[in-house]
């Protein structure tokens, strides 16, 4: 992302007439950021009381999400082993990989909403969630043959064809649930960016009911099988989606919702450009560890090792929605101090969310260690998988601990907007560094799945290492200008 011209672009207007506006900012920004000249331990609080407003809520939102996964793949586990690594394959690694795609582009509104909001340009965060609907929707349609020859797709990567062609008649269900994103993502992340946390909760929280309610009568009153599984986890989405937007439209948000508009069909190039990095930048991240369920299925005994590695992922993504939840609340954080003009109130609330998440992490780390031989009888009582989980424990606690500090990192350069820089660092460190690493560990070393995996977590500490360094070495004040000239340039762009 070139930030030269849009710097001396700001810096022009600052120079000619601007001052009221700095200072009209920073007085905004004074009602929401901790005062700079007040005690350390004051500022903590304030502003960790802040941050809290948004992750409370976020991490309930994200456990009862993630936990509608979780129930999905638990009722698979008692249908078999192969049931389980079928679902596993079609939802952890195909759903997935779309996942990532579709909530990378959505956050592009983490960036312009937070901002708008900060800035006080309430009517322009109506208009971006509906660019990100037409972008997402778009987006939704061009993936959907992944869905449709999903079997073949998984057979081409080497897996096993028993496998493969169950996981591509599930993945058939699992349609509705694509499309569910385009729409989903974007208002969650609207109502976020304008501190409705709580409304996002409470649909989650009630989605999470009927799932159960769903799952249960198509399993074990219908015998529906894993298509019912499935379908049932797609209705779930769609009720959530349903509900959010049904808050906004009745009046939920009068400020930043006026209805539908023919604007969002201007200044979609801009849009898109913002909500491709945002896409890059994040899918990449989620496609990281997906690999390693592909490649971990080439294995020998390749069933028990897709289960044990699928346990762990699951055990790790239930703590992954703490820190995921702090990645939104930096973002959010981040975008509004500086929308509103504040590079200091961003920094600060990038150091006070990065500590806070890895002192969670260091005690999610300590209790895996200590309880690593009973976890994984939560989804399953095979002699073979539980052998094999307690062979990945230590890697299991190491990537909860790194991933405290990396996605906190990566929203805080959601919340800047340094979605383009972020994705050359991913690639790099993730496609160039960490997958070759686990590879030859795997076949050169005969390491198998400790090996994928141990390589793996490799280019994540190297990518947050780099993450760290940026965000140190910034200049938040520029940031600061950079985002005041974003919203002015995009609320003109009508």
Known sequence: MDHGGEVEDCRASLLHGQAGKKEKR?????SSAPAPGGSLGRRVYEESKQLWVIVGPAIFTR????????????????????ELASVSFACTVLVGFNYGIMLGMA?????????????????????????????????AVLLLPMYLFAGDLLRLTG?????????????????????????????????????????????????????????????????????????????????TALMLFAYVSCGGCPETWHGFSVEAFSGLWEFLKLSSASGVMLCLEHWYYRILIVLTGNLKDAAIAVDALTICLL???????????????????????????SGEGARFAAIVSSTTSLS???????????????????????????????????????????NSVQPVLSGVAVGSGWQSKVAYVNIGCYYFVGLPMGILLKWHFNL????????????????TLILAIITARCDWEKEAMIASTRMSRLSQVQ
């Open 63 to 82: 456990i009862t999400n993630y936990s509608m996964n979780v129930i999905m793949q638990a009722f698979a586990g008692h249908l078999g082993d192969l």
């Open 159 to 239: 897996q096993p064809p028993e496998v493969s062609a169950m996981a591509g008649q599930v993945s058939l269900w699992f349609i509705p649930l694509h499309f569910s994103m385009a729409f989903l993502f974007p208002l969650q992340k609207f109502l976020q960016c304008q501190l409705k946390n709580s409304v996002v909760a409470i649909t989650s929280a009630a989605a999470l009911c009927f799932h159960v309610s769903v799952t249960w009568l198509f399993f074990s009153w219908f015998r529906f099988g894993l298509a019912g599984i499935a379908l049932a986890l797609s209705m779930s989405w769609w009720a």
């Open 360 to 402: 969670i992490g260091i005690f999610f780390c300590a209790l895996v260690m200590r309880l690593h031989g009973e976890i994984a009888l939560l989804f399953t009582t095979s002699a073979a998988v539980l052998g094999a989980v307690d062979k990945l424990y230590v890697l299991l606690a190491f990537t909860i601990l790194l």
């Open 107 to 139: 956050s592009a509104l983490e960036t312009l909403c937070g901002q708008a909001f900060g800035a006080r340009k309430y009517h322009m965060m109506g208009v971006y969630m509906q660019r990100s609907w037409i972008v997402l929707s778009v987006c």
């Open 448 to 463: 198998g799945v400790v090996g994928i995996w141990g390589g793996m977590i490799g280019g994540t500490a190297i990518q």
């Open 315 to 341: 055990i790790n993504g239930c703590e992954l929605m703490i820190p995921l939840a702090f990645f939104t609340g930096t973002g959010v954080r981040v975008a509004n101090e500086l929308g509103a003009g």
């Open 26 to 30: 920073q007085a905004a920004s004074a």
